[in-house]
């Protein structure tokens, strides 16, 4: 499956945006969905994961009900909606997608296959 990240870009502080990963080849919902962040010199960041029937979604511990995590398998397309936008947000935003039928994957390890990232940026 081939992933695409958009919907990055330049935000003030407590704005929104909302990210897309649009998905092309294998049978997308046959696959869970996560989001990682990453800023330069740190590791790659958990943000939030759906699972492949969307029945189940997990998020990082920072996010505290700031972003939510949908997808639309019609579309073959995932979502992050993030509101409360904070200057500690701004990182390249990568989606990533795996055909387990885990709940919980907090670790970039376990997928399996990633998107080109979209970057946001948070301004104070």
């Known amino acids: 499956v081939q992933l695409q990240a958009s919907g990055g870009g330049l935000v003030q502080a407590g704005g929104s945006l909302r990210l897309s990963c649009a998905a092309s080849?294998?049978?997308?919902?046959?696959?869970?969905v996560g989001w990682f962040r990453q800023v330069p010199g740190k590791e790659r960041e958990f943000v939030a994961r759906?699972?492949?029937?969307?029945?189940?979604?997990y998020y990082g511990d920072f996010v505290q009900g700031r972003f939510t995590i949908s997808r639309d398998n019609a579309k073959n397309t995932v979502y992050l909606q993030m509101n409360s936008l904070k200057p500690e947000d701004t990182a390249v935003y990568y989606c990533?997608?795996?055909?387990?039928?885990?709940?919980?994957?907090?670790?970039?390890?376990?997928?399996?296959?990633w998107g080109q990232g979209t970057l946001v940026t948070v301004s104070s």
């Open positions: 759906i699972t492949w029937g969307g029945d189940r979604v």
């Open positions: 990533a997608a795996d055909s387990s039928r885990t709940g919980f994957a907090g670790s970039s390890d376990f997928y399996e296959y």
């Open positions: 080849g294998r049978t997308f919902s046959s696959y869970a």
